[in-house]
């Protein structure tokens, strides 16, 4: 690892030009694979819908599929959004994923809906449940969840009488939950609570400082967590060469821009397909900004980098994201530069 510093790894199973939803999940478990045997320490899989470039719907089932192709790395959401889901389903989906893979599952939970205002609406109606009212309790939703996969379960009054509640009938462990999110919110809900709690740097990039000092200051000790626990989350693209590298990052930051200006949105570009996009000016400074906040490199830069940004925020452990673009002619079942971006960092 970089001079002691702990890596991970965050998957949002991104989907090709020339890839099938099939190729893409064949991918994702050789990056999986290709992390459990280079020592990462823990495997996350993100939760969006509805996107032409992002086959990462379903966490539960991702998890399931690597932590079965893997041995040792820890598995889990990067994260769980929440209010799509009756928290019910979220506790006995991770208790049972934890009683098969005893003391390998991290349930990230976040607020935010990972995808469009519409799909967000079809999520949360067949749910049960309203968009407005998921979100505002959020909180309660969280300790739901936390409470019912506990191994006594939960109390829950209905016509004057209190029915016992457990995720699994004899859960012997539970998995470790954290907050996830990308503004204070979850950083103060987090301290309140006393749980772990990480920020999307990779996906927000500003607000990093804020949301970590808040988390950190207002932190009150659980009977999960004595103090408070972190860690850091960053796009990263490492090749041999730093203008490989570059040029290996360039499709996800088209896909960035597309997202982020309101641009129609299609699968991940191939690098050659990407260098052959004209560029509007006005795109050009958020795509720099962007560019400025991942870590692209070759593996000497990289580790400094990344050594650079622990310091910075104060953590000892990293989350990759590999945002590596692929070239014209590899394999569809692989991301070989995904791979070679955790190979170069080790």
């Known amino acids: 690892m970089v001079s ?10 991104p989907v090709r ?18 992390a459990d045997e280079l020592g990462y320490h823990r495997y996350w899989l993100a ?3 509805n996107m032409p470039a992002v086959a990462a719907t ?17 598995v889990g959401s990067g994260g769980v959004m929440l209010p799509n889901h009756a928290p019910l389903v979220v506790a006995e989906q991770f208790a049972l994923l934890e009683a098969a893979h005893p003391g390998r599952i991290d349930l ?7 995808t469009d205002p519409v799909t967000s609406f079809a999520l949360r109606h067949g749910a049960g449940g309203v968009s407005d009212e998921a979100v505002t309790r959020f909180p309660e939703y969280v300790d739901n969840v936390l409470a019912m996969m506990e191994p006594e ?22 998995p470790t939950i954290w907050l996830l999110g990308s503004s204070d919110y979850s950083a103060r809900l987090a301290a309140e609570k006393g749980m772990p709690y990480v920020f999307a740097h990779h996906f927000s990039g500003s607000g990093t400082a804020e949301a970590l000092e808040l988390y950190r200051s207002g932190f009150r000790p659980s009977e999960a967590l004595a103090e ?8 990263a693209v490492v090749a041999e060469t730093a203008e490989e590298a570059e040029r290996r990052a360039l499709p996800n930051l088209l896909m960035m821009v597309a997202l982020r200006t309101g641009s129609p949105l299609g699968p991940q570009l191939l690098v050659e397909e990407a260098e052959k996009v004209d560029v509007p000016d006005a795109h050009r400074p958020p795509m720099e900004a962007m560019r400025s906040r991942w870590v692209v490199g070759d593996p000497a830069s990289a580790r400094a980098q990344l050594e650079d940004l622990a310091a910075t925020y104060a953590v000892d452990e990293v989350m990759v994201h590999p945002v590596a673009a692929a070239h014209e002619g590899t394999d569809p079942a692989r991301s070989p530069a995904r791979e070679e971006t955790l190979r170069l960092l080790t």
Do not use: C, K, W, Y
């Open 47 to 49: 939760e969006h819908h």
């Open 17 to 34: 030009t020339d890839q099938s939803t099939s190729d893409a999940l064949s991918a994702t478990l050789s990056l999986a694979r290709a």
């Open 58 to 74: 379903n966490p539960p089932v991702l998890i399931s599929m690597v932590a079965s192709a893997t041995s040792q790395i820890r």
């Open 153 to 174: 379960g939960v109390g829950l009054s209905v016509a004057g009488r209190t029915h016992a509640l457990r995720a699994t009938p004899e859960a012997r462990s539970v």
């Open 108 to 114: 990230g939970i976040g607020r935010a809906p990972g």
């Open 228 to 235: 408070p626990r972190t860690f850091l989350t960053v796009n």
């Open 4 to 13: 002691g510093l702990q890596l991970s790894v965050l998957d949002l199973v």
